[in-house]
């Protein structure tokens, strides 16, 4: 009978361990987790806050600060190739710097904090069988857009002698964040493979099926 009774004991926890919390993903930065009553507590703030129901939480590093933030999404809603959600972002008492206090309209609740949040759109953009989401088109259509990020994704383009060939290897092609053009430059964002480590505008010109990088900027958090 006590043997029964701590196998069931054993694989409860097991199912504890296993299961995710409460439904929600996670996507934490090294020294930055959550507990689950952590994360209990972020998800009712949200609520408070206005986001019916979380999709995922997300926290970051404000390097080169040991301060840390925590930012939660809500449940999408896809339109054609718009997708829209609501975002907030939590501060926790604990990874901010000392003597950091709530502002007028921002609701607490425990060490938790936050104001209102606010819409979050992007576009979808298909290449290559598979699909990505990019924050800002500006002044390009979505089908141009897809035509620059299929070259990327291809390997099919060449540095400038402005550009360093060694650093365009941090660039992760599969996360691009913005595309814009102004004349005849474009401009495309894309994230870095490491997580927290920034992102990188590069300068592009299309000729036909031939992209050259011109320039590379990185920005560091």
């Not at 009774?5 to 439904?23: A, H, N, Q, R, Y």
């Not at 926790?92 to 759109?121: C, I, M």
């Not at 290897?169 to 493979?193: N, Y």
């Amino acid at each position: 009978m006590r043997i029964r009774m701590k196998t069931k004991l054993l694989i409860s926890f097991m199912l504890v361990l296993t299961i995710p919390s409460f439904g929600v993903e996670q996507d934490y930065a090294d020294g930055a987790i959550l507990t689950g009553g952590q994360e209990k507590e972020v998800i009712a703030l949200a609520r408070e806050c206005g986001i019916g129901e979380v999709l995922r939480i997300s926290t970051y590093n404000m390097f080169p600060t040991p301060f840390r933030g925590i930012t939660v999404r809500g449940v999408e809603q896809v339109k054609g190739r718009e997708v829209s959600c609501q975002v907030l972002n939590v501060s926790y008492l604990k990874w901010l710097e000392p003597g950091a206090r709530l502002q007028k309209g921002q609701v607490r609740r425990g060490d938790f904090w936050a104001g209102k949040p606010r819409a979050h759109k992007q576009t979808i953009l298909r290449t290559g069988g598979e699909e990505y989401r990019v924050g800002s088109l500006g002044g390009m259509t979505a089908e141009e857009c897809e035509t620059i990020l299929g070259l990327f994704l291809d390997g099919k383009y060449k540095p400038g002698p402005a550009v360093n060939s060694r650093m365009l290897r941090q660039v992760d092609w599969a996360r691009p964040l913005s595309f814009s053009r102004r004349g005849e430059s474009i401009t495309a964002g894309f994230q870095h493979k490491a997580k927290d480590s920034g992102f990188f505008d590069l300068q592009v010109r299309v000729a036909g099926k031939k992209l050259t990088i011109e320039q590379m900027f990185q920005a560091v958090p």
